[in-house]
């Protein structure tokens, strides 16, 4: 069989040094690159060619989510490139966010499995054949998420009273709102009557109705 071409991508050396090591002693791969940001890997893998790529969430240049643009720019431009994202922390955006294309070629693992060879080898080598993999607790993570959202007040609410609730927690006044969505203050007014019954704030005065109503979208919306 033909090894599996493997580029690492992280911007703290230690880390790629961890993974070479682990993965020096699976013969059915060869690591053919190591890099430590976002250009430096899409380079490698315009030059290596590789299988799979093994990368960090954050990395330079911003250190905000380069490993999953990365990810979702290969889907586009490399969709035979399998895609391993490690994370330090089960997050269930990024897990959403990485197989928001399509599970396809595409595995989340928290970064403590680097220790566990075999964890990370079974990986690369389902990604490499078009499967997916994702951490058991990335999916307990995403199902609390799901119950929470659930369960969230805010679930009862329209598409359109989400964004007017998110407009008035922003502190903003119905003729404001109005404004903003091309509509009329007396629709402005009726959307966040609804908005206070749904979130039964029936029995207060208006403007500590807003404040909470702004309070529950606010802690909510840092909840997901």
Same mark, same amino acid.
């Given at each position: 069989?033909? &090894? !599996?071409?493997?580029?690492?991508? /992280?911007?703290?050396?230690?880390?790629?040094?961890?993974?070479?090591?682990?993965?020096?002693? &699976? #013969?059915?791969?060869?690591?053919?690159?190591?890099?430590? /940001?976002?250009?430096?890997?899409?380079?490698?893998?315009?030059?290596?060619?590789?299988?799979?790529?093994?990368?960090? !969430?954050?990395?330079?240049?911003?250190?905000?989510?380069?490993?999953?643009?990365?990810?979702?720019?290969? @889907?586009?431009?490399?969709?035979? !490139?399998?895609? %391993? %994202?490690?994370?330090?922390?089960?997050?269930?955006?990024?897990?959403?966010?990485?197989? /928001?294309?399509?599970?396809? =070629?595409?595995?989340?693992?928290?970064?403590? @499995? *680097? #220790?566990?060879? =075999?964890?990370? %080898?079974?990986?690369?080598?389902?990604?490499?054949?078009?499967?997916?993999?994702?951490?058991?607790?990335?999916?307990?993570?995403? !199902?609390?998420? #799901?119950?929470?959202?659930?369960?969230?007040?805010?679930?009862?609410?329209?598409?359109?009273?989400?964004? *007017?609730?998110?407009?008035?927690?922003?502190?903003?006044?119905? #003729?404001? *709102?109005?404004?903003?969505? %091309?509509?009329?203050?007396?629709?402005?007014?009726?959307?966040?009557?609804? *908005?206070?019954?749904?979130?039964?704030?029936?029995?207060?005065? /208006?403007?500590?109705?807003?404040?909470?109503?702004?309070?529950?979208?606010?802690?909510?919306?840092?909840?997901?």
């Amino acid at each position: 069989m033909t &090894a !599996i071409r493997v580029v690492l991508a /992280d911007d703290s050396y230690l880390v790629r040094e961890a993974l070479e090591h682990v993965l020096a002693g &699976a #013969q059915q791969l060869d690591v053919v690159g190591s890099v430590a /940001d976002r250009d430096a890997l899409l380079k490698a893998v315009d030059e290596e060619r590789p299988d799979v790529v093994v990368t960090d !969430i954050r990395m330079p240049p911003t250190g905000a989510d380069e490993g999953l643009q990365v990810a979702a720019r290969l @889907r586009e431009t490399h969709p035979e !490139i399998g895609v %391993v %994202v490690l994370s330090q922390y089960a997050e269930p955006r990024y897990g959403l966010a990485l197989l /928001d294309g399509g599970s396809e =070629g595409r595995a989340y693992l928290l970064k403590e @499995r *680097i #220790q566990h060879r =075999g964890q990370l %080898v079974a990986a690369i080598e389902a990604v490499a054949q078009g499967d997916s993999v994702i951490d058991a607790r990335v999916v307990e993570a995403l !199902i609390e998420a #799901q119950v929470r959202a659930e369960r969230s007040p805010l679930a009862e609410l329209t598409p359109r009273e989400l964004e *007017i609730l998110s407009f008035v927690a922003r502190g903003h006044s119905n #003729q404001a *709102i109005a404004d903003e969505l %091309v509509l009329t203050k007396r629709a402005v007014e009726k959307h966040i009557n609804a *908005i206070f019954l749904k979130l039964g704030l029936t029995y207060a005065e /208006d403007v500590s109705r807003r404040v909470t109503a702004a309070l529950i979208y606010l802690s909510e919306a840092d909840g997901r």
